[in-house]
C-alpha cells in the first residue's frame, strides 16, 4: 500500500512539475510577447521558464532519486550518478536563466542585484553551487572517508531541503516582482486582478504545490532509504521478483525502522 502512495505521489508530482513550466511559458508567450536572445525584453522571458525548470522542476525531481525503492537495492553508485546529473542539469539551467537577466539588465542600463528576489534568488544559487561540488566531492568521488561522509551528511540533506525552499520563495517574488512591474502602466492594475494577473498567481500557487510535495516525500519516514541490511516490505519485494539473486538481510517492518539515510 505506501508503494502504491508513494508511485501516486510521484504521478502527481511530475504532472505539477509540466504544469509549473508549461504555465510558465505560456505567460511569457502569450501575455509578455515570446522569447528571443538579444538582450531586449524577450530576452528576459527566458529566466523565469529557466528558473522554475531549474531550480525548482528538475531540482524537486532530483532530490527524490534515493526515495525510489529500485535504488535501495543493487550498487548504488548508478544512482548516485543520476542523483548527481540531474542537479547538474538543474544548475546549468539554472545558469542559462541568470545570463538571460544579467545581460537584459546590462543591455536596458538597468541596475543588477538591488531587489529582494535578485538577494534571496542569488543567495539560493550560490548555495546550491556549493551543495553540488561539496556532494560531488565527498559523495561521489572514492576519496572521503566513512567518518567524513558521515558527518557531513546531516548538512547536505539539511540544504537540500532549504535550497528547495528557498528556491520556492525566489520563484513566487519574482512573480510577483514581475507582475508589479508589467502592470503598473497597464488599463487594468494588478490589484485589480486582470487575467495575467490570475493566471501568473496561479502559476505560483502551482510551484507551492509542487514544493511542498517534494518536501512531503522527503520527510515521510516510510519512503526513506533503509539502513544498509535492512530490508523494508517494499525492497523485499523487489529482491523475490522472478530472475532475482535473494540474498542474506535482516527483515525489519516499516512500522519499527529507526529513521536514516535520507538522499
Given at each position: 500500500m505506501a508503494s502504491g502512495w508513494f508511485y501516486l505521489s510521484c504521478l502527481v508530482l511530475g504532472s505539477l512539475g509540466s504544469m509549473c513550466i508549461l504555465f510558465t511559458v505560456y505567460w511569457m508567450q502569450y501575455w509578455r510577447g515570446g522569447f528571443a536572445w538579444?538582450?531586449?525584453?524577450?530576452?528576459?522571458?527566458?529566466?523565469?521558464?529557466?528558473?522554475?525548470?531549474?531550480?525548482?522542476?528538475?531540482?524537486?525531481?532530483?532530490?527524490?532519486?534515493?526515495?525510489?525503492?529500485?535504488?535501495?537495492?543493487?550498487?548504488?553508485?548508478?544512482?548516485?550518478?543520476?542523483?548527481?546529473?540531474?542537479?547538474?542539469?538543474a544548475f546549468v539551467l539554472t545558469v542559462v536563466g541568470l545570463v538571460a537577466v544579467f545581460t537584459f539588465h546590462n543591455h536596458g542600463r538597468i541596475a543588477n542585484l538591488y531587489s529582494l528576489h535578485s538577494w534571496l534568488g542569488i543567495t539560493t544559487v550560490f548555495l546550491f553551487a556549493c551543495q553540488w561540488f561539496l556532494g560531488f566531492a565527498v559523495f561521489l568521488l572514492p576519496w572521503a572517508s566513512v567518518w567524513l561522509r558521515s558527518l557531513l551528511k546531516p548538512i547536505h540533506v539539511f540544504f537540500g531541503a532549504a535550497i528547495l525552499s528557498l528556491s520556492i520563495a525566489s520563484v513566487i517574488s519574482g512573480i510577483n516582482e514581475k507582475l508589479f512591474f508589467s502592470l503598473k502602466n497597464s488599463t487594468r492594475p494588478y490589484s485589480s486582478l486582470p487575467s495575467e494577473a490570475v493566471f501568473a498567481n496561479s502559476t505560483g500557487m502551482l510551484v507551492v504545490a509542487f514544493g511542498l510535495l517534494v518536501l512531503y516525500i522527503l520527510l515521510a519516514s516510510t519512503w526513506k532509504r533503509p539502513e544498509p541490511g535492512i530490508l523494508t516490505d517494499r525492497q523485499l519485494l523487489l529482491q523475490l521478483r522472478p530472475g532475482s539473486r535473494p540474498f542474506p538481510v535482516t527483515y525489519m517492518p516499516v512500522t519499527s525502522r529507526q529513521p536514516c539515510e535520507s538522499w
Open positions: 538579444n538582450g531586449s525584453i524577450y530576452m528576459f522571458n527566458w529566466h523565469p521558464v529557466l528558473m522554475v525548470a531549474g531550480m525548482v522542476v528538475f531540482y524537486g525531481g532530483a532530490s527524490l532519486v534515493y526515495r525510489l525503492p529500485q535504488s535501495w537495492v543493487g550498487p548504488k553508485l548508478p544512482w548516485k550518478l543520476l542523483h548527481a546529473a540531474l542537479h547538474l542539469m
